[in-house]
């Protein structure tokens, strides 16, 4: 179809590194308009934790929108706002003893980041966010300013301000503490660094190249923020909705964040669909302070629900996600051993896994050589070194498999190449 190179904006950049028209999507797969079957490791960049279409959710909403339901009410009480609440709450929230009020913001997460930075600042009266080294947070002014990616950065046309930016876990090595020289500069009142307001964090940093803080890290964190009266914001957007085998990635390390914001999967549907979560002292919102025209998407309080009520009721779908993150594990592991001959590592939590390149060029050819396979896949990173898994959670063992069977042989190919002598080079034995 010529519309797109018509009409389309030249901003568009998924379509680049898989130029099909794409018609049909189920499960796992998605299929284009010459029928052709694709496995879906890309998932909406995490938004489709439960694959595409999920049978439990569709027919729910199907069934509310033949019952003509409220589609778009602002911030009105619904029906279906208030049975996703309900649920978010039974299920989820008081089973961890967690106590937060929910805000409904504009359906992205960018708009959830920088309600969060808003609170934070006014609830504290100061201006400033630490933020860290290749984290991502959105595009708009507040998000990008707290993102590390210069790429994203440099599009913003103005000073980019209200941040102070810190070494992630790992950052400067395995063996430094980065919060220790966060506890150092926030103690020393020559430092440069005021007093902020919040820090913002994601414990696995997905477009920053499956960068994975440490539970310790994590920990001592939210410790340093504790001790100079910072208020603690985890990120959830990607890592969130059991991307990395509990609903809140953070939940292993027992941290309790003071706000929490999460989007992508929550809806379960691929509908737009944020929240922010803030413990009950922080809401001092004024009553539209902050607002939209599709704060509190309805269809997606319907499938949103369904999510919670089908996958989150028990352990059962988290004992799944965890096996099968071991799986990837094991299988990444494997691959980095026989074929990287140093090229490789792998990093990540759970169904949040990398393959990390010494160059983005041989993760680009491993995930270009992947699509002419039939996987979809993309790369991440400072620069795009990382190459990326987000299968849908719900994805079959078998599907799993064949999924890593076809990056095994592109990067089997890849490296092939890399190690092939060119024909016209002759090596001479010293001596």
């Given at each position: 179809m010529k519309i797109f190179d018509e009409i389309e904006s030249e901003v568009q950049s998924y379509a680049r590194s898989f130029p099909r028209i794409f018609h049909r999507a189920k499960g796992e797969f998605m299929w284009?308009?010459?029928?052709?079957r694709y496995l879906d490791f890309l998932a909406g960049a995490g938004t489709l934790n439960y694959g595409h279409?999920?049978?439990l959710f569709k027919q729910a909403l199907l069934d509310y929108i033949e019952e003509d339901g409220v589609t778009h009410g602002l911030d009105l009480h619904t029906r279906a706002k208030g049975e996703f609440l309900q649920t978010l709450n039974d299920l989820i929230l008081k089973p961890r003893n967690m106590e937060y009020m929910v805000q409904f913001t504009g359906p992205t997460g960018t708009n959830a980041v920088e309600a969060a930075m808003k609170i934070a600042r006014n609830v504290t009266g100061q201006q400033n966010i630490v933020t860290f080294t290749n984290g991502f947070h959105g595009v708009s002014l507040g998000s990008l300013a707290a993102t590390g990616n210069s790429h994203h950065r440099d599009a913003a046309g103005v000073s980019l301000n209200g941040t102070h930016r810190l070494p992630f876990d790992g950052y400067?090595?395995?063996?430094i503490d980065t919060t220790e020289y966060l506890d150092k500069v926030l103690g020393d009142s020559s430092s440069g660094i005021n007093s902020p307001a919040a820090v913002i964090v994601e414990t696995?940093?997905?477009e920053g190249g499956i960068n994975a803080a440490s539970i310790k890290w994590l920990q001592n964190l939210q410790k340093v923020c504790r001790k100079h009266g910072i208020l603690l914001i985890v990120d959830d957007i990607q890592a969130g909705c059991g991307r990395t085998g509990t609903f809140f990635s953070f939940e292993e390390s027992g941290i309790e964040p003071d706000i929490i914001t999460l989007s992508k999967s929550?809806?379960?549907?691929?509908?737009p669909f944020a929240v922010v979560l803030m413990k009950p002292e922080l809401d001092q919102w004024k009553p539209g302070e902050h607002n939209g025209t599709f704060r509190g998407n309805n269809l997606a309080f319907i499938t949103a629900k369904a999510a919670l009520e089908n996958y989150w009721a028990d352990a059962t779908f988290s004992n799944e996600v965890k096996k099968k993150g071991r799986y990837i594990t094991s299988r990444l592991d494997d691959i980095a051993s026989k074929y990287g001959n140093g090229r490789f590592s792998t990093r990540g939590r759970g169904m949040f896994r990398g393959i990390n390149c010494v160059n983005g060029e041989i993760a680009g050819k491993?995930?270009?050589l992947a699509f002419k396979k039939g996987l979809i896949i993309e790369t991440s990173g400072a620069d795009d070194q990382v190459v990326k898994f987000l299968c849908p959670l719900t994805i079959s063992e078998e599907n799993l498999k064949h999924g890593l069977d076809i990056v095994e042989e592109a990067v089997a190919e890849?490296?092939?190449?890399?190690?092939?002598v060119p024909e016209n080079v002759v090596y001479f034995k010293a001596g």
């Open positions: 284009d308009e010459e029928g052709n279409n999920n049978p400067l090595g395995d063996n696995v940093q997905g929550l809806s379960g549907y691929g509908l491993i995930t270009h890849t490296c092939a190449g890399l190690d092939k």
